[in-house]
């Protein structure tokens, strides 16, 4: 399995502040993603992290507000921005492991709490 | 794009009974479907997973069949233990791709 990291672990933030979490993969990842998990609610695919570029969004996320970085292949860092109480969540990393051709296995990271007052 | 259903949203069972958790999908692209265990305060954690050229495949005291035909697959746990409690993820690719659209959740309690 891949080793995911993740930081910080948990958060309380005021509202209107930003958070960046910060993602670390092994080197055997190819492919990073963000997700967001509401409380008591399933995982949600924020953004596909791509390196060196734009991350590419899904449909009801932004870069103004989930601005996302890659700089190198193992590194990845998420924004929550001008948050409220509704951005509330946990926060994770994933990565895939194997040839981008094929499906391969997603490894999640434990996740950023972030709970905004 | 994909559409994962997941039932039951919660299931209790007596320890050393099975457990059932079943997914539908609507995407008949998609070729890879995993399941996920999260525990309290914890990251998914892959459980198992199958492709679409196999109907079953066992690990252990956990089993994973698909019906590609209908469109479901079913995660199968048997001999429970109270370590397998958390909240279980189906899950399967967006238009056969490497994204995830994720079931909404079973969660799982066994009663010792």
């Known amino acids: 399995s891949a080793v995911i990291s993740q930081k910080p672990s948990r958060d309380i933030c005021q509202r209107g502040t930003s958070l960046t979490i910060q993602c670390q993969v092994d080197?055997?990842?190819?492919?990073m993603f963000w997700y967001r998990q509401q409380p008591g609610q399933s995982l949600t695919l924020i953004a596909t992290a791509n390196q060196g570029s734009e991350a590419t969004y899904e449909s009801g996320f932004v870069i103004d507000k989930f601005p996302i970085s890659r700089p190198n292949l193992t590194f990845s860092t998420l924004t929550v921005s001008n948050m409220s109480p509704e951005d509330s969540s946990i926060y994770l990393c994933?990565?895939?492991?194997?040839?981008?051709?094929?499906?391969?296995?997603?490894?999640f990271g434990p996740g950023t709490r972030l709970l905004v007052l | 794009g994909e559409n994962v259903e997941q039932h039951p949203s919660t299931l209790s069972v007596q320890e050393g009974d099975s457990a059932v958790i079943k997914c539908t999908y609507s995407d008949s692209a998609s070729n890879y479907f995993p399941w996920y265990k999260q525990e309290l305060g914890k990251g998914p954690q892959l459980i198992i997973d199958?492709?679409?050229?196999?109907g079953e495949k066992k690990d252990q005291r956990i089993a994973v069949t698909l019906n590609k035909t209908a469109k479901h697959f079913s995660l199968h746990i048997t001999e429970t233990q109270p370590e397998d409690s958390a909240v279980y993820f189906c899950?399967?690719?967006?238009?056969?791709?490497?994204?995830?659209?994720f079931g909404g959740g079973t969660r799982v309690l066994v009663k010792p």
């Open positions: 080197s055997q990842v190819t492919m």
């Open positions: 899950a399967a690719p967006k238009a056969a791709g490497n994204k995830l659209t």
């Open positions: 994933s990565g895939l492991r194997g040839p981008q051709t094929f499906q391969e296995t997603q490894y």
């Open positions: 199958i492709r679409s050229n196999v």
